[in-house]
């Protein structure tokens, strides 16, 4: 049950993100097929950062240490990016426009993530 909150709440930070300039999710589209496709990105995102982001970790960890970790944004905005392109590859239709767009958007995803799965841990404690 907690995997699939997390894609959940990980959809609704991808869908706030949707509001930055360049990232846009097919406008056309029904609302089930926007959420399935936000679910989809998700689940993309997910699996991108749980794969190549310790890998960019390891190999780039002396940047790490140089940028007193400020290059951790850098890399979470092209990690985003990423996930962008590889949605366009498995044909969803979510697009990121390009670096700044990615930039911003992870940004909103990490806070926006951070803030729903706070508040889902403190309704989840009370139960």
């Known amino acids: 049950m907690g995997i699939l909150v997390h894609v959940l709440l990980t959809a609704v930070a991808l869908w706030v993100a949707t509001l930055v300039p360049g990232i846009d999710l097919d406008q056309g589209a029904s609302t089930p097929a926007k959420i399935g496709t936000l679910i989809g990105v998700a689940l993309l995102f997910g699996l991108v950062n749980a794969v190549v982001k310790p890998l960019v970790k390891f190999f780039g960890c002396l940047f790490y240490v140089v940028t ?12 985003f990016w990423l996930t962008g392109w590889l949605a366009g590859e498995l044909g969803l239709p979510f697009r990121v426009g390009g670096f700044w767009a990615a930039f911003f958007g992870a940004i909103i995803v990490a806070l926006v993530g ?9 309704v989840a404690d009370r139960d």
Request: hydrophobic fraction near 60%.
């Open 68 to 79: 007193l970790g400020l290059i951790g944004l850098v890399v979470n905005g092209l990690l």
């Open 114 to 122: 951070w803030a729903l799965n706070l508040a889902y841990d403190r």
